[in-house]
């Protein structure tokens, strides 16, 4: 049993049912994720790393929906399941995490309401023992005095603070794996590292798997184990983190890494990706990333690159890395 | 003073008054009804020059002001008190028309390319608009060739000239930011967060093309960044500023290599590094307090591990510490910090 992973993702493709037809915003994604496993979702926007986390909850809204693959998720199969057990996975085993605090947050219920009704939602205990729950969690994303902050609202908490409730929030259950979608993007640097060190401190003592989707190379490489770049809807390239961030394969991967200020000695020109990420109307043929690839050549323009074993444990879409 | 001073900005204050209207402003304390203003203070007295040809960025938090300062310098926001030289005149209290010629010299580009042009202008009216208001005796065809040209300049067709603003991407769309800045040929180039809304990719091509123009047109820049692995790679100095005040001004070098202000080291330790395993950044305790109820002493001593009750008493000057290095802080000046 342990050796199945805690989430296996196939073939996912998720649509969205446009006038003048169909879209594929996800296309064909597949990775797996072990119990305890940190996987990072690294892309542009519009490359679909958002709709693949809010795919694996079966939370796409209209007018997008799941087109195909499968979703096993300790050992059930989310696409087929109803409504009503999802809602049994969703904020019990799988939890979420979303880039803007302030949104996800009631503004007009206090925090401690808040927490103690997810508890009652999910399991049968009683008020005082949710309320309990609700402290014990409270303390374990370290916010200071948690009894009073239990009864404030939350335009009282800074942005951190207010992201490190949401956090408590997300692990009033126990979950064996949390989503966090763009966590830190709204927050400053200082705290944002420290929202990261609390986020991968909590994943190592509670043995929670995780998926961290965002923007940032830097960021993924300093938490994840092993990174996923998605590029136009598409997972180009997976790997452990080491590879991917030091001796990346995929022409795009290598690409986005030369752009980044950090690797490119001071004053020098960064390397520039030509172009812009296809709109999801306009993918080109074969492989998506053919018409900004310096290399392209003419079977990229043909034929679809399947993703498949490089070097060192790495996964890439690329025909010319055969 | 240096000959090569471009912009000097001098005990720099800016105030926002938020208290509204007068009802708004009634307290009742004491027995009787008083009125009092609510300030938010922005920007307390920053002082520093800016060298021809140079880039000197600011980077904080954000609420630390570096906006503030950046429109206060291009004079959007008239300042409390202080001033603002260009090449050794002072500017900052000239009137409107008196400051005219100022403004082809000092151009801003903004964060939100999504904003910062007209919706319902064509590029060509967007870059025509400040030729044919700062040199109104220019001809058409000399306007139209204006155009074509800065167009190539910044990368983009001037086939282009008669879409509108929501035909372009987001980098197109602040390339043209760029070039309408760009279009009075200026000297001085205030950008506050020109890439913050750009995806990684595309932000490599725009801070290509200001290093570009920086070469090509002897430009200097007041770059207002956030994001400090950005400001490492384009700036000559950088300004640390928490709280509307300095903190630390140094070379770039001497900044990131050996950081003096307890705020600079610990922002700086924050920073996501590629392939770094896990954290092992300096935690600040408490939050940034508010501009509103500002710290007495140095502003940040409510946070920082060396505070003592000197830090809680008196506010720091800035002074030199080393070569072109300056510092605001008490333990620096005593040598009490661990360096």
């Given at each position: 049993?342990?050796?199945?992973?805690?989430?296996?993702?196939?073939?996912?493709?998720?649509?969205?049912?446009?006038?003048?037809?169909?879209?594929?915003?996800?296309?064909?994604?597949?990775?797996?994720?072990?119990?305890?496993?940190?996987?990072?979702?690294?892309?542009?926007?519009?490359?679909?790393?958002?709709?693949?986390?809010?795919?694996?909850?079966?939370?796409?809204?209209?007018?997008?929906?799941?087109?195909?693959?499968?979703?096993?998720?300790?050992?059930?199969?989310?696409?087929?399941?109803?409504?009503?057990?999802?809602?049994?996975?969703?904020?019990?085993?799988?939890?979420?995490?979303?880039?803007?605090?302030?949104?996800?947050?009631?503004?007009?219920?206090?925090?401690?309401?808040?927490?103690?009704?997810?508890?009652?939602?999910?399991?049968?205990?009683?008020?005082?023992?949710?309320?309990?729950?609700?402290?014990?969690?409270?303390?374990?994303?370290a916010?200071p005095s948690?009894?009073?902050?239990?009864?404030?609202?939350?335009?009282?908490?800074s942005?951190?603070?207010?992201?490190?409730?949401?956090?408590?929030?997300?692990?009033?259950?126990?979950?064996?794996?949390?989503?966090?979608?763009?966590?830190?993007?709204?927050?400053?640097?200082t705290i944002?590292?420290d929202?990261?060190?609390?986020?991968?401190?909590?994943?190592?003592?509670?043995?929670?798997?995780?998926?961290?989707?965002?923007?940032?190379?830097?960021?993924?490489?300093?938490?994840?184990?092993?990174?996923?770049?998605?590029?136009?809807?598409?997972?180009?390239?997976?790997?452990?983190?080491?590879?991917?961030?030091?001796?990346?394969?995929?022409?795009?991967?290598?690409?986005?890494?030369?752009?980044?200020?950090?690797?490119?000695?001071?004053?020098?020109?960064?390397?520039?990706?030509?172009?812009?990420?296809?709109?999801?109307?306009?993918?080109?043929?074969?492989?998506?990333?053919?018409?900004?690839?310096?290399?392209?050549?003419?079977?990229?323009?043909?034929?679809?690159?399947?993703?498949?074993?490089?070097?060192?444990?790495?996964?890439?879409?690329?025909?010319?890395?055969? | 003073?240096?000959?090569?001073?471009?912009?000097?900005?001098?005990d720099?204050h800016?105030h926002?008054?938020?208290?509204?209207?007068?009802?708004?402003?009634?307290?009742?304390?004491?027995?009787?009804?008083?009125?009092?203003?609510?300030l938010v203070q922005a920007v307390n007295g920053v002082s520093?020059?800016?060298?021809?040809?140079?880039?000197?960025?600011?980077?904080g938090e954000?609420g630390c002001g570096?906006?503030?300062?950046?429109?206060?310098?291009?004079?959007?926001?008239?300042?409390?008190?202080?001033?603002?030289?260009?090449?050794?005149?002072?500017?900052?209290?000239?009137?409107?028309?008196?400051?005219?010629?100022?403004?082809?010299?000092?151009?801003?580009?903004?964060?939100?390319?999504?904003?910062?042009?007209?919706?319902?202008?064509?590029?060509?009216?967007?870059?025509?608009?400040?030729?044919?208001?700062?040199?109104?005796?220019?001809?058409?065809?000399?306007?139209?060739?204006?155009?074509?040209?800065?167009?190539?300049?910044?990368?983009?067709?001037?086939?282009?000239?008669?879409?509108?603003?929501?035909?372009?991407?987001?980098?197109?769309?602040?390339?043209?930011?760029?070039?309408?800045?760009?279009?009075?040929?200026?000297?001085?180039?205030?950008?506050?967060?020109?890439?913050?809304?750009?995806?990684?990719?595309?932000?490599?091509?725009?801070?290509?093309?200001?290093?570009?123009?920086?070469?090509?047109?002897?430009?200097?820049?007041?770059?207002?960044?956030?994001?400090?692995?950005?400001?490492?790679?384009?700036?000559?100095?950088?300004a640390v500023m928490y709280l509307g005040t300095l903190c630390e001004l140094a070379?770039?070098?001497?900044l990131?290599?050996r950081p003096r202000h307890p705020y600079t080291q610990a922002l700086l330790s924050a920073?996501?590094?590629?392939?770094?395993?896990?954290?092992?950044h300096q935690r600040l305790t408490g939050d940034v307090p508010t501009p509103i109820d500002l710290p007495s002493g140095c502003v940040f001593h409510g946070r920082c591990p060396h505070a003592n009750d000197r830090c809680a008493r008196e506010v720091p000057k800035l002074r030199p510490h080393g070569?072109?290095t300056q510092v605001a802080c008490h333990g620096v000046e005593e040598g009490r910090l661990p360096v």
């Open positions: 049993m342990d050796r199945q992973p805690l989430l296996s993702v196939r073939d996912l493709e998720i649509r969205f049912r446009m006038r003048h037809g169909d879209l594929t915003a996800v296309n064909r994604v597949s990775f797996d994720l072990a119990r305890g496993d940190r996987l990072g979702i690294v892309g542009e926007s519009g490359a679909g790393k958002s709709v693949t986390g809010f795919g694996i909850l079966n939370l796409v809204s209209k007018p997008g929906y799941i087109a195909g693959g499968h979703l096993l998720f300790e050992g059930r199969e989310l696409t087929a399941l109803p409504e009503e057990e999802l809602r049994q996975i969703r904020g019990n085993r799988i939890s979420m995490i979303f880039q803007d605090p302030m949104m996800t947050l009631n503004p007009v219920l206090t925090v401690g309401t808040q927490m103690v009704e997810t508890i009652l939602a999910h399991r049968a205990v009683s008020r005082a023992e949710a309320t309990a729950i609700a402290l014990d969690r409270i303390r374990k994303v916010i948690p009894q009073k902050r239990l009864q404030q609202y939350p335009h009282e908490f942005g951190g603070m207010r992201q490190r409730i949401v956090i408590a929030i997300a692990l009033l259950n126990s979950p064996a794996l949390i989503i966090a979608d763009e966590p830190t993007s709204a927050l400053d640097v944002q590292a929202i990261l060190a609390l986020l991968l401190g909590l994943c190592q003592s509670e043995k929670m798997g995780l998926i961290l989707i965002t923007h940032d190379l830097a960021v993924v490489s300093q938490v994840a184990e092993r990174i996923a770049v998605m590029y136009a809807g598409t997972i180009v390239e997976i790997g452990p983190t080491a590879q991917v961030a030091g001796n990346p394969q995929h022409p795009y991967t290598r690409g986005l890494l030369g752009a980044l200020p950090q690797r490119v000695p001071r004053g020098g020109r960064l390397n520039q990706i030509p172009g812009l990420m296809p709109t999801l109307t306009r993918v080109p043929e074969g492989c998506p990333f053919s018409n900004r690839c310096t290399l392209c050549e003419e079977v990229c323009r043909r034929r679809v690159p399947p993703l498949a074993p490089k070097a060192a444990g790495c996964l890439a879409a690329c025909h010319l890395l055969d | 003073m240096n000959t090569d001073t471009l912009v000097s900005i001098r720099l800016k926002f008054d938020i208290s509204g209207g007068w009802l708004d402003q009634l307290r009742f304390s004491g027995g009787r009804f008083a009125r009092r203003k609510t520093f020059d800016i060298l021809e040809g140079e880039t000197v960025s600011v980077v954000s570096k906006s503030t300062l950046a429109r206060t310098v291009m004079r959007l926001y008239p300042p409390q008190a202080g001033e603002v030289h260009y090449r050794g005149r002072r500017i900052d209290h000239l009137s409107r028309e008196q400051f005219k010629p100022y403004r082809t010299r000092m151009q801003m580009i903004f964060q939100d390319p999504y904003a910062s042009l007209n919706p319902r202008m064509r590029v060509r009216q967007i870059l025509e608009e400040p030729i044919r208001f700062h040199r109104p005796k220019t001809s058409g065809s000399e306007v139209l060739d204006q155009v074509a040209e800065i167009m190539q300049q910044v990368g983009v067709d001037p086939e282009w000239r008669e879409r509108y603003p929501h035909e372009f991407s987001g980098g197109q769309r602040q390339r043209i930011s760029i070039a309408r800045a760009l279009a009075v040929d200026p000297e001085f180039i205030v950008a506050d967060e020109p890439i913050a809304a750009l995806d990684v990719s595309i932000q490599a091509q725009i801070l290509n093309l200001m290093m570009e123009l920086q070469e090509k047109r002897r430009l200097t820049y007041l770059f207002i960044s956030h994001d400090l692995s950005v400001v490492a790679h384009i700036s000559s100095r950088v070379a770039i070098d001497a990131f290599d920073i996501p590094r590629l392939g770094a395993k896990g954290f092992q070569d072109q």
